[in-house]
């Protein structure tokens, strides 16, 4: 299966009845011109993904109210944010922009704002000029005319008395504004040592008081780094503990999946879907900036990929060493292997992954259930389908072991116990897969392991991160709520793990036997080196 962007949104829009945006969009063709690059001055045109984001901004219910009083566009560099929600602005300026009832086609009407104000803020006066700069070429002739429009640096006024203006972080100087619409940039940006916070907060307390009930707040950012604090990161949160549907909050990010930034062909894949329909953005140069060594990858994820990242997050496995392992194919029939099992009830996925007992061992998937993108909130893991799968592989291969972390999963492996299967179990802690992880880590660099070669096994191994503390490295998900998933690559963990203490006796040959005292103590030395290379670059980055 192909790999797909990730979506907090469904890509659906409202039906005409519920939208007040169709008459914003040709309002838009109308009055606004490309303000910039090789088709400057001519009529103004958003791709089909920008028209879809603004149906859904617009959306409203059946008494004519908007359906959100806060939304968040997080889209990668280069998207085209700024001149997108200039737009934005210039509509809530100028256009038809509140409901005005139903007409006799039970489409909603919609008129200008009586009295408009856009307020375009962030933490510095250079981020608001990323908007301001784009007004002079966005209104056309006709617009200026037409409104009456006085076009400055930093605020435009309208003949009817409206106004966009700049703002920066000053909360004292926010509080008390009545705005009808308020853009903050860059969120990402916006963190407690430079008031972010608190503009926030006097933002947001400020569109509340509207007297229409209809003043909004628009938050545009890139991917935010995970513990900086940001009002980015906090909104994040908000709405992935809300499961993307937070109350009145309209939280729209695309993202590229997990990918080798090593892979170039794969990296150049990701920055397609990662651009969506913004087909100005070079795919070539941006895959080119990410496969600079200069480039930290944290920098190429969050700002090209659109991957919210963690800065501590250590890549688990050498660049390319992963893909190297390949060797397509399955495990033969009959073969002696280990299971490794990692269950999931509902939020994330079920990993069965075998491994053979022989050296070199052979990772390859047995069965992978993950939770389909805008689930039901009732999804769960099909059990009964796990436990034949479970059975079934039980029935194709010499099953020495079947490990697993009991937890939640109890009830499934005493009846696989019960019907004589090899149930082992093996709980995930940090004393079990602290060596676990390095073992297989070990055997990746030297290329000691086969892999089928298996899209959703690699997917899982690369979204994995290691964290580090004083007990050593063990794997993680890039953050502790992200939807990429890391359970095939924690099941064949702890199958390797297990599959090298059920390699064959009978299988050990002359070569095999050729083991001093010295072999022993230097490949010891060899798995405490990898450690403590892990645990320096930990102390470095906390100094």
């Known amino acids: 299966m192909p790999a797909k962007a990730i979506r907090t949104w469904p890509d659906t829009v409202p039906p005409p009845s519920r939208t007040l945006a169709w008459p914003v969009l040709e309002w838009m063709a109308t009055y606004l011109v490309q303000p910039d690059g090789p088709h400057a001055g ?9 028209m879809r984001v603004v149906l859904r901004l617009y959306a409203i219910d059946a008494k004519g109210r908007f359906l959100y009083r806060r939304a968040v566009l997080r889209r990668a560099k280069g998207w085209g944010k700024s001149p997108f929600l200039a737009a934005i602005a210039a509509a809530e300026l100028c256009g038809p922009v509140r409901f005005d009832g139903f007409g006799r086609n039970k489409l909603p009407k919609a008129v200008p704002h009586p009295a408009p ?12 000029r990323n908007t301001m700069v784009v007004f002079p070429g966005l209104f056309s002739d006709q617009a200026v005319e037409t409104f009456g429009l006085d076009i400055g640096k930093e605020i435009i006024h309208s003949r009817a008395g409206g106004r966009i203006e700049a703002v920066t972080s000053s909360p004292r100087v926010l509080e008390g504004g009545r705005p009808t619409l308020v853009i903050c940039d860059e969120t990402s940006h916006w963190v407690a040592s430079n008031e972010g916070h608190a503009m ?36 994040y949160e908000a709405a992935r503990k809300a499961g993307w549907r937070l109350a009145g909050v309209y939280y729209d990010a695309l993202e590229a999946p997990a990918v080798d930034l090593v892979d170039l062909e794969a990296v150049r894949k990701a920055v397609e879907l990662a651009r969506g329909d913004s087909t100005w953005v070079d795919i070539d140069r941006v895959t080119a900036e990410i496969a600079d060594p200069t480039t930290p990858a944290t920098v190429a994820r969050r700002y090209f990929l659109n991957q919210v990242c963690e800065p501590q997050a250590e890549e688990w496995l050498a660049p390319g060493a992963w893909g190297a392992c390949a060797a397509p194919g399955p495990i033969p029939d009959g073969s002696r292997i280990v299971i490794g099992f990692d269950g999931s009830f509902s939020g994330d996925s079920t990993a069965v992954v075998g491994v053979t007992c022989e050296k070199p061992p052979h990772v390859a998937v047995l069965g992978c259930w993950e939770r389909p993108d805008n689930a039901p909130a009732d999804w769960r893991v099909p059990v009964l389908a796990v436990e034949e799968t479970i059975r079934a592989a039980a029935r194709t291969y010499d099953v020495a072991e079947i490990c697993a972390d009991p937890y939640r999963w109890a009830r499934s492996l005493e009846v696989l116990a019960d019907e004589g299967l090899p149930v082992v179990e093996f709980p995930q802690s940090t004393p079990r897969m602290v060596p676990a992880t390095t073992r297989f880590a070990e055997a990746v660099a030297d290329h000691q392991l086969t892999h089928a070669d298996d899209e959703r096994l690699t997917r899982h191994v690369h979204n994995a991160v290691l964290r580090v503390d004083s007990r050593g490295p063990r794997l993680a998900k890039p953050t502790k709520w992200s939807p990429r998933r890391i359970d095939l690559a924690v099941a064949a963990v702890m199958a ?7 390699e064959p006796p009978h299988r050990i040959t002359v070569a095999h036997m050729e083991i001093t005292p010295e072999k022993v103590a230097a490949a010891a030395r060899k798995r ?16």
Do not use: C, M
């Open 42 to 50: 001519e009529p103004f045109k958003l791709t089909r993904e920008q």
């Open 117 to 128: 104000w856009v307020q375009v803020a962030a933490v510095a006066a250079s981020q608001t």
């Open 200 to 235: 926030a907060e006097a933002i947001r307390r400020n569109a509340a008081k509207a007297r229409d009930g209809a003043a909004r707040v628009v938050e545009t950012t890139n991917a935010h780094l995970i513990g900086e604090g940001s009002v980015a990161e906090s909104t």
């Open 496 to 502: 390797l793990d297990r599959a090298a203490v059920n």
């Open 528 to 543: 405490q080196a990898y450690i403590d290379s892990i645990l320096a670059k930990a102390r470095e980055r906390g100094r």
